[in-house]
């Protein structure tokens, strides 16, 4: 079975930064987009940062400037550079990722657990 799981959570303080790394492992054929989603207390989970297997980023405009998402393919991991972070930023980080099994041949998405990050002074 396919699994996602991420590392690096931790406390810091605002300014400070974090490096996040997810994991993927299983009958995995190829992975497409991966991604890294956030959800703070009494909120929804949004869109952080996202990646194409080629490259191409995306962003959501809360963090632009400030987080770097990028990918290993040899290693099935993707990262999220976490830099100037506020307390905002406060929140469980999920990752996610569309990977197409080698064993039925067929495209699912996949959660990791998460890991927390605290912004706090």
């Known amino acids: 079975q396919v699994q996602l799981v991420e590392s690096g959570g931790g406390l810091v303080q605002p300014g400070g930064s974090l490096r996040l790394s997810c994991a993927a492992s299983g009958a995995i054929f190829s992975i497409n987009s991966m991604a890294w989603y956030r959800q703070a207390p009494g909120k929804q989970r949004d869109m952080v940062a996202a990646i194409t297997f080629g490259g191409s980023r995306n962003y959501a405009g809360s963090v632009t400037g400030r987080f770097t998402i990028s990918r290993d393919n040899a290693k099935n991991t993707v990262y999220l550079q976490m830099d100037s972070l506020k307390p905002e930023d406060t929140a469980v980080y999920y990752c996610?990722?569309?990977?197409?099994?080698?064993?039925?041949?067929?495209?699912?998405?996949?959660w990791g657990q998460g890991t927390q990050v605290t912004v706090s002074s």
């Open positions: 996610n990722a569309d990977i197409l099994s080698r064993i039925n041949g067929r495209w699912d998405n996949y």
